[in-house]
C-alpha cells in the first residue's frame, strides 16, 4: 500500500501533518462521514488506488458472472455448498469457534426441520439465505440486533448468557479488545446511547446512495468494529452483513468467500483496524478501504481462478462419464452428476439428492452406484447414518480410455 499514513507524518514533521491533514480532509476527492472516529470526523480520500481497485473488482466480478453461466447448474450449486461451509468454519475459526464441515452438513440437511436448537443453526441458516432472494433490512438498530439474534444469539447464550446484550439493542457496560498478550488494543464505544448514535450513524452511511456501495460496504466494516456494539459475536455479524451485502451486489460466491481470505490475511485484516482507530491519523478511513478492496480482489481472483480451472476439467470428465455409461443416457446422467460432485462439491452425494437432481429412479441410481463401487471408481463417506458418493479421481486417471 502506497498510502501515506498520517501518523507517519506527524512523527517526521508535525507542520507537514497539519497541512497534509488539512489537505486530504479539505480536498475535492475526500467523502466526509457525519461520524467520529476517536474526536476526529471520519474521512475518505478517494484515491487513484481506490478507483483502479475499484474498476478491478468490478471487471473480475462481471468475468466470474460470465463464468457462472457456462457452468453445468449441478456443478454451481454444489460448489456454493462447498463455498458455504468453508465459510462458516472459518467465520468461526476467526473467533476460536471450533466447528467441522460435518457438523454444518448436518444442520444443511435439516434447515427448516426441527434443528433450531442446534449449535450453529442460526450462522448457518442465515448464511444458507445469502444464495436466495430474501432481502435484509439494514437501516436501523434494531434491524442489527435482529440479525444478530438469527445469526448468533443460541451460540452465545449456549456458551456464556452474560455475553449477550443486555440494552435496549446493543450492551449497556463496557467491553475491551484483548491481544494475545493480554494488552488492550480497542475499546468499544460507550455508553449505551452513544453506541446507539454512533450505529445509527454508521447505519446512515451504508444506505447513502450518493456513495459508491463498495465504499459504504467497507466504512461499514470498520464502523461496526470501532463501535463493537455487542459483548461477544462482533466479528460474526459484522462479516456475514458484509457477505451479504456483497452477494447482492457482486454474486452471492462473493459473499461465500469473505471469511476465508480475510482468515488467510488476518494480521493485515487487524492491522487496518488498529492503523485508522490510532488517534494520529485522524479519522482517515482511506487504509483500511484500501486493505478491504485488496481482500475482495483475492475473494474475486480466488474463485475465478478455482472456477476457471475446474471449467476446463468437467469438459474432460464429461466425455470419460460417456464412456463409462457406454451410451445408456441415465447411467451417463447419473455418472455426470457424481463428476460435477467431486469437481465442485468434494464431500460426496447422497442417493437422495442424486435422484433430485438426474430424476431417475432410486433403484436404478442404486444399480449404477453398485457397477462403479465393482470397478472399484467410487469413494464413499457418511454423515450420520447417510452414505456419500464421489469418484476416486486417481483411480479413473488410470482407466484406459
Excluded at 198 to 214: G, P, R, V
Aim: contains cysteine.
Amino acid at each position: 500500500m502506497d498510502y501515506i499514513l498520517l501518523e507517519k507524518l506527524y512523527y517526521k514533521n508535525k507542520n507537514l501533518y497539519e497541512t497534509e491533514y488539512l489537505n486530504r480532509f479539505t480536498g475535492v476527492s475526500s467523502i466526509k462521514f457525519g461520524i467520529n472516529i476517536n474526536k476526529n470526523q471520519a474521512f475518505v480520500i478517494i484515491t487513484p488506488e481506490i478507483i483502479n481497485q475499484i474498476y478491478k473488482i468490478t471487471t473480475i466480478s462481471n468475468n466470474l458472472n460470465v463464468l457462472f453461466q457456462e457452468l453445468p447448474g449441478i456443478a454451481l450449486n454444489r460448489y456454493i455448498k462447498r463455498c458455504l461451509v468453508e465459510e462458516i468454519i472459518m467465520t468461526n475459526e476467526i473467533e476460536g469457534v471450533i466447528s467441522t464441515k460435518k457438523d454444518i452438513s448436518e444442520i444443511l440437511e435439516r434447515v427448516g426441520k426441527s434443528n433450531k436448537h442446534k449449535r450453529l443453526y442460526g450462522l448457518v441458516n442465515k448464511y444458507q439465505k445469502l444464495d436466495e432472494d430474501e432481502i435484509l433490512s439494514i437501516t436501523n438498530c434494531q434491524d442489527i440486533k435482529n440479525i444478530y439474534t438469527d445469526l448468533v444469539w443460541e451460540e452465545i447464550y449456549a456458551d456464556n448468557p452474560e455475553n449477550l446484550p443486555d440494552g435496549m439493542y446493543f450492551r449497556k457496560n463496557g467491553v475491551d479488545i484483548i491481544s494475545k498478550f493480554n494488552k488492550v488494543i480497542h475499546r468499544g464505544v460507550m455508553p449505551e446511547e452513544e453506541i446507539n448514535i454512533k450505529m445509527s450513524q454508521a447505519l446512515y452511511i451504508l444506505n447513502d446512495e450518493k456513495i459508491n456501495i463498495l465504499i459504504r460496504i467497507a466504512v461499514f466494516h470498520y464502523l461496526f468494529g470501532y463501535i463493537h456494539p455487542f459483548y461477544d459475536g462482533n466479528g460474526r455479524t459484522s462479516r456475514f452483513i458484509s457477505s451479504y451485502l456483497l452477494s447482492k451486489n457482486l454474486n452471492v460466491l462473493t459473499g461465500y468467500r469473505l471469511s476465508y481470505i480475510i482468515k488467510e490475511n488476518i494480521a493485515a485484516y487487524y492491522k487496518s483496524f488498529k492503523i485508522v482507530n490510532e488517534s494520529k491519523n485522524l479519522g482517515d478511513v482511506t487504509p483500511f478501504i484500501i486493505n478491504f478492496f485488496d481482500i475482495i480482489i483475492k475473494v474475486l481472483d480466488n474463485l475465478y481462478s478455482s472456477l476457471s480451472e475446474k471449467l476446463e476439467l468437467i469438459q474432460y470428465y464429461y466425455n470419460i462419464s460417456k464412456k463409462l455409461s457406454e451410451g445408456k443416457k441415465d447411467n451417463n446422467k447419473i455418472i455426470f452428476i457424481l463428476f460435477q460432485e467431486t469437481l465442485f462439491g468434494g464431500e460426496g452425494i447422497s442417493i437422495a439428492d442424486l435422484i433430485t437432481y438426474s430424476k431417475i429412479s432410486e433403484y436404478k441410481i442404486r444399480q449404477v452406484i453398485s457397477e462403479l463401487k465393482k470397478l472399484k471408481l467410487l469413494e464413499e463417506y457418511k454423515i450420520g447414518r447417510k452414505p456419500l458418493y464421489k469418484f476416486d479421481l486417481d483411480k479413473i486417471c488410470n482407466l484406459d480410455y
